[in-house]
Nanobody, 123 residues
């Protein structure tokens, strides 16, 4: 059974940092594109960042310069380093994986999803 399990969320003050992790199990994801999305209350789930198997990346404009996606293929794990956090970054953050190697920024392009981890940024 394929699983993605996120960890690292929590409560942080504005300007602080968090590092999210997403560990895959049930299959290797080292050749797959992976991504992070987030969903705030009352809003649609939105793209945050994505990374290919060879570490090409894309980040949403709203997080560029503050968030960085990375991966450790040996650990089947993808990370999201979040710095200079703002209250508007408050959301449930989801890890996702594609069956394919090509990077994508739309929800429908992803085949596997984690359960999400809550990130709350206080002002």
């Amino acid at each position: 059974q394929v699983q993605l399990v996120e960890s690292g969320g929590g409560l942080v003050q504005a300007g602080g940092s968090l590092r999210l992790s997403c560990a895959g199990s049930g299959r290797a994801f080292d050749r797959n594109a992976m991504g992070w999305f987030r969903q705030a209350p009352g809003k649609e789930r939105e793209f945050v960042a994505a990374i290919t198997w060879n570490r090409s990346t894309d980040h949403a404009d709203s997080v560029k310069g503050r968030f960085t996606i990375s991966r450790d293929n040996a650990k089947n794990t993808v990370y999201l380093q979040m710095n200079s956090l703002k209250p508007e970054d408050t959301a449930v953050y989801y890890c996702a994986a594609r069956r394919y190697a090509i990077l994508a920024t739309t929800r429908s392009a992803y085949n596997y999803w984690g359960q999400g981890t809550q990130v709350t940024v206080s002002s």
